[in-house]
């Protein structure tokens, strides 16, 4: 069932900004000048010693050309899923797209496309152009998602978006852990974050975090029928803000999988889109070198004197309680305040950024308490029945663990 839970897991890890880091953690692109087509593998190299440490990145692959007339075209049906990772800060409403990755299910030949797109891309977000606003990363915070994915549809070439997966930190904190990154989640999202000194910039981000999607999928296909993946699954759809059921996911993976979908590395690809730049490094995304390579960021912060003032685990999680305590004394007069506070954290999913499992649940369980009641005390029951129904499925599931 690990088949199921790739649909939302797999391709929703590669989250964007957060209040927790700032875009000061990049280190200088590697000078490695391997090259080979798109279709190169991506075997794993450990290797970590370097001539030059301060000038390149060590935990490497390759070095791969990407061409458009390298990557397959296959044929028949196929489903079109649009998934972002935004920068929304704790409580806050405004979502910028600043993940941004079409993925493309093609069922009858069992094979995946990766359409990866840079959060500067050229797009009306609704300003004059001389404000330099106009950017994708804009228009889905500016102007919603529906005119988002429009945007998205005339990048790529691609149309429609039959449905969309969107997530913030907190939330691919906890889709990292569902997969096993538990020890590691913040360092993993640091590396797939890590952007301004890369020679590509933004592309080069971009294609890490399509490589990690793709990595992803073919390492985890092999357990296709884990007992823990429906689990897994109902967990994955908790985290995320989607359009899609559970048996809508179920449905597309069996068919992709029918369709002959495995750990053949030929049947899933990353693309740039729009493909101005071409040469990319691949990196290897398992646990090792994601360790080693968040070394070399903490190193090259120091070096580079890119260190800032950052908002730390321990400053999240007193904001997170007194954002809550504030609410909880409202809950018996002012309970429209504590909607206004509290809804949007509940949608962000906000206590999964904090490390200790057990105060993260007594911040969850203190946050649905207090927004639940309100909606009940301002009589909005729908609302009310939506916290509740999480709160009795976390349950359920904590119990099926």
Same mark, same amino acid.
């Given at each position: 069932m690990i088949r199921l839970l790739s649909l939302i897991s797999f391709v929703v890890l590669v989250s964007c900004s957060s209040d927790t880091t700032d875009d000061a953690t990049e280190i200088p692109g590697s000078q490695h000048k391997l090259t080979s087509n798109s279709k190169t593998s991506t075997t794993s190299s450990s290797k970590t010693g370097s001539q030059n440490e301060d000038e390149t990145f060590v935990v490497t692959d390759s070095t791969v050309t990407l061409r458009n007339n390298d990557f397959p075209k296959p044929k028949g049906r196929v489903i079109n899923i649009m998934v972002t990772g935004v920068d929304s800060r704790l409580g806050d409403n405004t979502m910028h797209a600043d993940a941004n990755h079409l993925v493309r299910f093609f069922l009858d030949s069992g094979c995946v496309e990766i359409i990866s797109i840079p959060r500067d891309t050229y797009a009306d977000a609704g300003f &004059? &152009?001389?404000?330099?606003?106009?950017k994708l990363t804009n228009v889905r915070a500016n102007r919603g998602r529906n005119t988002y994915h429009k945007a998205i549809s005339e990048i790529t070439g691609v149309s429609p978006i039959h449905h969309w997966v969107e997530f913030g930190f907190s939330q691919a904190i906890g889709l990292l852990e569902i997969l096993g990154y538990k020890e590691n989640a913040p360092s993993t999202l640091r590396v797939l974050r890590s952007r301004q000194a890369y020679s590509a910039g933004d592309y080069q981000r971009v294609y890490? %975090? @399509? %490589? #990690?999607? !793709? %990595?992803?999928?073919? !390492?985890n296909v092999k357990h296709?029928?884990?007992? =823990? @993946? *429906?689990? +897994?699954?109902?967990a994955a759809l908790?985290? $995320? *803000?989607t359009d899609m059921s559970y048996d809508q996911c179920s449905t597309l993976l069996e068919? =992709? $999988? +029918? @369709? @002959? #979908?495995?750990?053949?590395?030929? !049947?899933?690809? $990353? !693309? =740039? +889109?729009p493909s101005m730049i071409t040469r990319? %490094?691949?990196?290897? #995304?398992?646990?090792?070198?994601?360790v080693a390579l968040n070394k070399q960021i903490e190193h090259r912060i120091k070096k580079l004197g890119l260190d800032s003032v950052k908002i730390t685990e321990e400053t999240y999680e007193a904001r997170l309680n007194k954002l809550i +305590?504030?609410?909880e004394a409202d809950t018996a007069k002012r309970p429209r305040n504590?909607?206004?506070? =509290?809804r949007r954290p509940f949608e962000q999913r906000a206590w999964l950024q904090v490390p200790d499992r057990k105060r993260r649940a007594q911040y969850c369980d203190r946050l649905c308490v207090a927004l639940e009641k309100s909606y009940r005390k301002t009589k909005q029951q729908q609302s009310a029945d939506r916290v509740r129904a999480y709160v009795n499925e976390v349950s359920k599931l904590t119990e099926g663990k």
């Open positions: &004059d &152009d001389t404000t330099n606003l106009n890490n %975090q @399509g %490589q #990690f999607i !793709r %990595q992803a999928m073919l !390492r296709a029928d884990d007992m =823990l @993946g *429906d689990l +897994a699954l109902r908790m985290i $995320v *803000d068919a =992709l $999988v +029918a @369709g @002959g #979908f495995s750990d053949d590395a030929s !049947r899933i690809w $990353v !693309r =740039l +889109a990319m %490094q691949t990196f290897s #995304f398992d646990s090792a070198n994601i +305590a504030n609410a504590v909607i206004h506070a =509290l």
